[in-house]
């Protein structure tokens, strides 16, 4: 896989193939361009999982919702989280397959590249928006070990 850090010299907002589907999923999903969606945020948080948005099509069966909490530990505290996904009926299996990929974190998994190539097929996303995030992720942590 190529590293096209270069590419986002200095840049600290990503670009345009990153989050595609940011705040579209569940338009996507109704479109059928979309077979999974996954969401997480600790539940002290206030942000507000898109819950309400997909539930008329939760309860109609036209998209398939798992959701549970988890916690994980931190920076040595023990953190709840809520892990939230949807899918298109025909593809809940991806559900399955996606689980394991995000909570896990990333301390136990130290192979980040495959960890997130796995999990964007699952999501949909095409091979170059894969490759983009990659490289945007190598790009942040090399910013972040030159203290920018």
Same mark, same amino acid.
């Given at each position: 896989?190529? +590293? ?18 940011? !705040? ?13 969606? &996954?969401?997480? /945020? ?6 507000? =999982?898109?819950?309400?948005? &997909? /539930?008329?099509?939760?309860?109609? !069966? ?13 920076? +040595?505290? +023990?953190?709840?989280?809520?892990? =939230?996904? &949807?899918? =298109? ?6 559900? %399955? ?15 980040? %590249?495959?960890? %997130? ?6 999501? !949909? ?7 983009? &995030?990659?490289?945007? !992720? ?11």
């Amino acid at each position: 896989m190529t +590293d096209d850090i270069d590419n986002f010299p200095e840049r600290q907002e990503p670009p345009p193939e990153i989050g595609p589907h940011e !705040g579209r999923e569940l338009e996507l999903m109704l479109a059928g361009e979309k077979p999974l969606a &996954f969401f997480s /945020e600790p539940t002290r948080s206030t942000y507000e =999982l898109p819950d309400a948005e &997909f /539930e008329p099509y939760v309860q109609s !069966g036209q998209i398939i919702k798992r959701d549970f909490v988890r916690t994980v530990k931190i920076a +040595d505290s +023990d953190e709840e989280i809520r892990y =939230l996904y &949807f899918a =298109l009926p025909a593809e809940a299996w991806r559900i %399955d397959k996606a689980i394991p990929l995000t909570v896990s974190s990333y301390w136990d998994n130290p192979d980040f %590249d495959h960890q %997130d190539t796995e999990l964007g097929r699952l999501l !949909g996303y095409s091979e170059d928006e894969i490759s983009a &995030f990659l490289s945007w !992720g190598r790009h942040l942590e090399r910013l972040r070990k030159a203290g920018k």
